[in-house]
């Protein structure tokens, strides 16, 4: 090293080299990733459909995440994390469809055309309260959502993401992210009012 | 605007997502449509209701030790050279035909660079030590009045604490620190359900006059020298935003010369 054009990177490349550069790496990469665990796992229950799947899914989010880490350049790393972890659900999906596990495959990653049009209710009874619903209720009637929906519903009211961050994560405008917020929320609202009726 | 625009934007007005033009025309179109406002107070409810019911998940205490230890950190090497400068130098001497004076300033810059690299590095380690349970303040209030006098006696320059919660960044309090050997005060606030950590100290870093930010292992860093003092601001709120809290707390460390009398 020392002659070339830019010495300082030649020393940085010649450190990442050596154990301590590895280990330096991982260690930054734990620092900023581990804190959003629970994100991760939160997104991976509302996407995969029991428990061992999200676990696996995070945990195959990570192994990603710390592979891509040195080209990772921004914008943060929650939105980050959440668009592998959606990559790693997605690809698991294809592949059971593609090994035709129809069991398995409810979850299509198209399935926004395959819904029939939610029709608003004509006499919206517009004077009653909301009631409140436990949250295991909540979400079961998240669950019956399909992907779309649910996944904006989830990214902007339970992951906390931005209109801009969610567009990112899920690879779709910010007007689409508002469409299907809208359209979402108000299938989950309607569902919500019937569990309302039968829990009186 | 009509009631299917309305439909769609009353949830980024609930999400305060609309920047003020639009929010005034559907706050416009909502105090003209009973329906629209009732859907409004329907759906504000709803989300109420969501937030109330706490649908995230904690993961499993054995998924964090799977991914712990999948990502194991290497055995440290036994008396690894930190790159010496005598190498660096070295290569100088034999290496190159740089004049002494080029060398000079290239090894100036690297120098600095390195120092603000690894500064850089520290305030987000800080700020990821802060997000811990129990870790974010240590005085905490969201009055300047209660903050401000908290530093004083703990630290050689008190740092300036700015309330900027009606401007959309809420103070939370404040923390001491430590960013490169030396104990800095941060002064805490809070947007959305974001933390943004403004680390303020003397001599932190080369001096920076016009802001500089940076993305540093996802986190958004900007850096600004003001008045002797160098601030650090970072958070995970885009750089956007981040900017906009820089320029709220040097437009307050500045305000305008009142109107003269005449």
Not at chain 2, 213 to 241: H, K, M, P, Y
Request: charged residues 25%.
């Amino acid at each position: 090293m020392g002659g070339g054009t830019a010495p300082w990177i030649a020393r940085h490349d010649a450190m990442a080299d050596d154990g301590n550069g590895e280990r330096d790496r991982t260690r930054r990469f734990r620092d900023a990733a581990l804190p959003y665990l629970d994100d991760v796992f939160t997104f991976a229950r509302y996407l995969m459909r029991n428990v061992a799947d999200a676990e696996d899914a995070a945990q195959e989010c990570y192994l990603r995440a710390l592979r891509h880490f040195d080209s990772y350049r921004g914008p943060a790393v929650k939105p980050w994390l959440l668009t592998i972890l959606r990559n790693v659900c997605n690809a698991e999906f294809a592949r059971r469809r593609a090994q035709a596990a129809p069991a398995d495959c409810a979850e299509a990653d198209d399935a926004a055309d395959q819904v029939p049009m939610w029709q608003e209710p004509q006499a919206t009874p517009e004077t009653e309260m909301l009631r409140r619903l436990n949250g295991e209720t909540i979400r079961r009637l998240l669950a019956a959502l399909p992907q779309p929906f649910r996944e904006t519903i989830v990214l902007r009211d339970i992951n906390d993401l931005s209109y801009r961050e969610i567009a990112d994560v899920v690879g779709v405008p910010v007007g689409t992210v508002m469409s299907r917020l809208a359209r979402g929320r108000s299938m989950l609202r309607t569902a919500w009012r019937v569990e309302e009726g039968s829990t009186t | 605007m009509n009631c299917a625009d309305a439909e769609v934007l009353i949830h980024a007005l609930i999400d305060g997502e609309l920047d003020a033009g639009h929010a005034r025309d559907v706050e416009a179109h909502l105090a003209t449509c009973a329906g629209c406002a009732a859907k409004l107070a329907d759906f504000r409810a709803m989300r109420e209701a969501m937030a109330q019911a706490d649908l995230r998940e904690a993961a499993p205490a054995a998924l964090r030790s799977r991914v712990v230890a999948a990502l194991p950190l290497p055995p440290a090497r036994a008396a690894a050279p930190r790159r010496s400068w005598r190498t660096f130098f070295g290569g100088f001497a034999v290496g190159t035909m740089l004049s002494a004076a080029v060398a000079a300033s290239l090894v100036l810059a690297v120098v600095r660079n390195d120092q603000d690299q690894q500064i850089a590095g520290e305030v987000v380690s800080a700020h990821l030590r802060s997000l811990q349970a129990g870790h974010l303040t240590d005085v905490e209030t969201s009055d300047q009045h209660t903050v401000k006098p908290w530093f004083n006696g703990k630290l050689d320059v008190a740092p300036p604490v700015i309330d900027l919660t009606a401007q959309g960044f809420t103070l939370i309090g404040g923390r001491l620190d430590y960013i490169d050997g030396e104990t800095v005060g941060s002064v805490v606030y809070r947007r959305r359900a974001h933390v943004i950590n403004l680390f303020v100290a003397q001599h932190l870093g080369a001096e920076q006059r016009t802001p500089k930010t940076a993305t540093v292992q996802g986190f958004n860093v900007r850096r600004w020298s003001d008045n002797g003092l160098d601030f650090w601001a970072v958070s995970d709120i885009d750089a956007r935003e981040l900017d906009e809290f820089g320029q709220k707390i040097t437009a307050a460390l500045h305000p305008p010369p009142p109107p003269g009398h005449s």
